[in-house]
């Protein structure tokens, strides 16, 4: 009797641990969504853009055709390329040289700092197999290396999909389970559709506890999100919304842009309210007006920024200079060479006595070094 009551309560031991363990895992993965929301959203980067600065050919991909002329729902991969160099960045420049060796392409980058948008997503690419690429958007988040950077990535991932879905009209539905849906893995195009083997991002997540699944409900959470932003936008073409922007340039969730440069609010008579929103904030564009002589965006009912502070203007650096943070701080790992150019948004700022031109949220260049 005695000893059928320590096997009776061992049993119950280790159902106690595998349910802790269980619910850990659970309480992990949705605390990671938890985190994810407090972070800004990084904004897209375009890759000829990108390369244009820099001074590297681009390789442009040709593209592939829909089979029902446009994408259908989106791939998830991951790179499976862990370190350091694996950035988006640095996959970017990869793949624009060597695409036609390794007979492979995707439309985005994404890592913990940015996204980089490869091609337009209105046509194909070579991401998962021809089961897949004729039909799907495909989108390769980088591994990183501590899980404050994976949170950061996941969260530009799923903000970029979210936007994805509402340019093409799709209805967020998980395609993991049935192989039925707009948001795939890798793994699931190889279970459901054939013509590859890849099983990402399933191991890569799991490494971080969580899971496509949970990675689904933050996409769907961003959608839901942005779906308020969006409806008044529906009944508009690109050409309408975005006058002065390339077909690669349009953002990709229709009206939604991210502030380059803090702006202060004007009401419709170009009265400062003395209302502001901060560089890398979020906000939709409803139409363009002139005032006073010049550009403002329509932000909301009566609420409009100078145009310069989403628009950026291209200058040239006329000296090797260094990239500061907002405090001034020079960041020695970001040199850019005399002759480079670069983009610039709204007026100079004053840091610390010195005037300064915003690159982004984040990162300033001297006015005196670019011209």
Known sequence: MKLKKLTIAFIAAISLIDTFSFNNEETQAASIN??????????????????????????????????????????????????????????????NREWQNIQAYVHAFVDSKQVIQMRSPDVGTWGAGQQA???????????????????????????????LLHRYDLQPDNACDDGQGTIWSHHAVSNFLG????????????KWGYSMDQFYSLIKYYYDL?????QSQSNLKDKDKYPNKTKEEIPVVQGAVTLGHDAYIYDAKGNNTKKLKYAGSPVVVM????????????????QYVVA?????????????T?????????????????????LVYGSKITIKGQ???????????LASDVN
């Not at 600065?53 to 991969?77: A, D, R, S």
């Not at 502070?309 to 090797?320: E, L, S």
């Open 195 to 206: 013509g590859t083997d890849h099983v990402d991002p399933d191991g890569y997540f799991e």
């Open 287 to 302: 139409g363009y007006k002139m005032i006073n002589g010049k550009k403002y965006y329509q932000i909301g009912k009566d």
């Open 355 to 365: 005037k300064y031109y915003a690159l982004n949220a984040t990162q300033y260049v």
């Open 226 to 230: 942005q779906k308020k932003n969006t």
């Open 34 to 95: 938890t985190e994810a929301k407090k972070y800004k959203y990084s904004g897209v980067t375009y890759l000829y853009k990108m390369l244009k600065l820099e001074g590297i050919k681009y390789n442009k991909f040709p593209g592939v055709e829909y089979q029902n002329g446009k994408p259908e729902g989106i791939v998830v991969h991951e790179t499976d390329d862990p370190g350091a160099t694996a950035t988006a960045h640095d996959e970017a420049i990869y793949f």
């Open 133 to 163: 690429n004729n039909r799907f958007i495909q989108v390769e988040l980088c591994e990183e290396d501590s899980r404050d950077a994976f949170i950061k990535s996941i969260n530009n991932d799923a903000i970029y999909i979210a936007k």
């Open 308 to 320: 310069s502070n989403i628009d950026a203007t291209p200058k040239t650096v006329n000296k090797d």
């Open 322 to 342: 260094y990239l500061r943070t907002r405090t001034g701080e020079i960041e020695k790992q970001n040199k850019v060479k005399k002759g480079s150019r670069v």
